[in-house]
């Protein structure tokens, strides 16, 4: 049997960090409601140009 040391093994993940099992599932967005909310975000821009 191995006597105790005070050396130690490294670990198994080297350091390694795996992201994807820290985060939090996101909110799902249907690209359909992405590009409204961007032609949104342009036509009030162009409505503020001609206003201002």
Do not use: C, H, N, Q
Request: net charge positive.
């Amino acid at each position: 049997m191995a006597k105790d040391s005070k050396t130690r093994m490294p670990s198994g993940m080297a350091g390694l960090v795996r992201y994807d099992e820290e985060l939090k599932e996101a909110p799902k967005l249907k690209p359909k409601w992405v590009i409204a909310f961007a032609g949104g975000l342009i036509v009030i821009e162009v409505i503020l140009k001609f206003l201002g």
